[in-house]
């Protein structure tokens, strides 16, 4: 009742006439959702909303996954690649976790660098074929990119901004001739601590991406928002109580200890599908991970990824954390 009332406080508060009520509907249970959710900075909140939807096309359609049980909402890859496994269309069954973490053969040299060609500036909302050879080529390199099908999605854009992360261009989320480039040159990325061995997870602070790594090698490259490093005051939204610190992600080895599927009401707010690493800090789904890094702590990851990685991760799987 309390997020119906926010969520309509806001929209006549921000709604101007002529706005696409569409793109609307979409944008302020986003909004509501991020103010909820833990392990974010409140005061950063609404700054990547806007950068996100400035760019959002009229026919885009957002996805809102549900707030039961998780893993009750999939989506379809029309295109299938075989450098990955399709995602599930129905609840996981144990042969499909089995699937999730198993990686195949992926390129591990660029491409011939005088055979670049550069495609047209593609962006959220873009469409066609040159949206789809984007999308195989980054599945190739184990970005995780959501439906491989041809449209330019809130997915694609995380995998995009993913490779822009991890070869340290610029974080737009657009495809443009510095990012083409770049890919086209591009081979599988590699982890830094070879010495855990596998599974494992690689959390690189400075380049805000999370390297999974299942029995075979990488599995997936996965953009992230991590602590801010700013003190904040905020009151619980538990017992009402004044919560103050800083946002800090710890450092360090650790190993997934717990979980909780679905939504988890912490004293900073909601958190998807939590994989907690050390004490309250964990690995979760959040409807906002932007390009850069603004939780309270915790390690953002999109909703959709959080899906099939809840069910992808074991308990006791090696995490290190590092910048």
């Not at 508060?13 to 302020?28: A, E, I, N, S, Y």
């Not at 510095?178 to 081979?187: F, G, I, N, P, V």
């Not at 009151?235 to 717990?258: D, E, L, M, N, Y």
């Not at 004490?279 to 999109?302: D, E, K, M, Q, T």
Request: hydrophobic share 35%; proline share 6%; aromatic share 10%.
């Amino acid at each position: 009742m309390m997020q119906s009332v926010f969520t309509n406080l806001i929209f006549r508060q921000f709604v101007k006439p002529g706005k696409d009520q569409t793109t609307m509907k979409v944008l302020f249970p986003l909004i509501t959702l991020a103010l909820l959710t833990g392990c974010g900075s409140l005061t950063l909140t609404l700054k990547p909303v806007q950068e996100f939807y400035s760019d959002l096309h009229k026919s885009k359609v957002v996805e809102i996954f549900s707030a039961g049980k998780a893993n009750t909402s999939k989506l379809n890859t029309s295109v299938h690649v075989d450098t990955l496994p399709p995602k599930p269309t129905t609840d996981v069954s144990e042969s499909t976790r089995k699937q999730l973490a198993t990686s195949t053969v992926a390129p591990k040299t660029p491409l011939n660098p005088d055979l670049f060609s550069p495609s047209k500036i593609l962006k959220v909302g873009s469409r066609g074929e040159d949206v789809l050879a984007l999308e195989k080529r980054l599945t190739e390199l184990r970005y995780d990119v959501g439906a491989v099908d041809g449209f330019y999605d809130q997915q694609t854009w995380q995998g995009v901004v993913a490779f822009q992360k991890y070869a340290r261009l610029k974080r737009t989320g657009t495809y443009n001739l510095e990012t083409q480039k770049a890919l086209h040159e591009s081979k599988l990325p590699e982890g830094l601590h070879p010495e855990l061995g596998f599974p494992r997870i690689e959390i690189d602070l400075t380049r805000q991406v999370l390297l999974f790594f299942d029995e075979q090698g990488l599995n997936r490259v996965i953009a992230v928002s991590t602590g801010s490093n700013r003190k904040y005051c905020e009151t619980s939204k538990k017992s009402g109580a004044q919560i103050c610190g800083v946002a800090h992600t710890p450092r360090g080895k650790f190993r997934i200890q717990w979980r909780i599927s679905g939504w988890r009401e912490s004293d900073l707010g909601k958190l998807y599908n939590p994989l907690y690493f050390d004490g309250g800090f964990a690995i979760h789904g959040s409807p906002l991970v932007p390009s850069y890094n603004v939780s309270h702590g915790c390690v953002r990851i999109s909703i959709e990824t959080s899906i099939w990685f809840y069910d992808a991760i074991k308990n006791n799987t090696p995490v290190i954390v590092f910048d």
